[in-house]
Antibody
């Protein structure tokens, strides 16, 4: 059974930094692209970033490019999201998601339970 | 690039069929068969219902079906059940600065 467990969320002031982690199990982690998808309180879903299974290619939404960095450690089955220069509009639940069965990052077949990031002064 | 356009809400009675539309552009939905649909119940993580426009993940009821015409994708739910009441989101590959784009979401109410 696929399991994704996010951690690292919390309260941070504008301009601050936070690092999210996602511990994966139940599948061959290095075989799948992984993504971060966020959801602001009461709002819709927004794709944030994706990384291929080998970790060689990563992609970012325009809203976070240059501030967020996605990475993965295939030896530890862990996905990370380093978030810098945080803004109030980054406040959201951040979900870790595994690609379904496609080679790319074009769908999200399994999701974690999410971790809440609150950016406020 | 703006979000894909979905109706804010749809409703139907048990046993009926409903369709949720998802309108994009020639840069995303219109060109790529990489549209997926997600169901989200309140306080829960989203669940993949349809991928690559028409395909079902294992375990998803075939009461849910997907299609596409031009730049508009659609999710049809037949034989509506009370447990289908949820928010539904479409998503498409959108190469360029956006990469992946979601619709604004549709709240389905089962009357």
């Amino acid at each position: 059974e696929v399991q994704l467990l996010e951690s690292g969320g919390g309260f941070v002031q504008p301009g601050g930094s936070l690092r999210l982690s996602c511990a994966a199990s139940g599948f061959t982690f290095s075989d799948y692209a992984m993504s971060w998808v966020r959801q602001a309180p009461g709002k819709g879903l927004e794709w944030v970033s994706a990384i291929y299974g080998g970790g060689d290619k990563s992609y970012y939404a325009a809203s976070v490019k240059g501030r967020f960095t996605i990475s993965r450690d295939n030896s530890k089955n862990t996905l990370s999201l380093e978030m810098n220069s945080l803004r109030a509009e980054d406040t959201a639940i951040y979900y870790c998601a595994k690609a379904h069965d496609t080679p790319g990052y074009y769908d999200f077949g399994s999701w974690g339970q999410g971790t809440l990031v609150t950016v406020s002064s | 690039q703006s979000a894909l356009t979905q109706p804010a809400s749809v409703s139907g009675s048990p046993g009926q069929s409903i369709t949720i539309s998802c309108t994009g552009t020639s840069s995303d939905v219109g060109t790529y068969n990489l549209v997926s649909w997600y169901q989200q119940h309140p306080g829960k993580a989203p669940k993949l219902m349809i991928y690559e426009v028409t395909k079902w993940p294992s375990g998803v009821s075939h009461r849910f079906s997907g299609s596409k015409s031009g730049s508009t994708a659609s999710l049809t739910i037949s034989g509506l059940q009370a447990e289908d009441e949820a928010d539904y989101y479409c998503c498409s590959y959108a190469p360029g600065n956006t990469h992946m784009i979601f619709g604004g979401g549709t709240k389905l109410t089962v009357l």
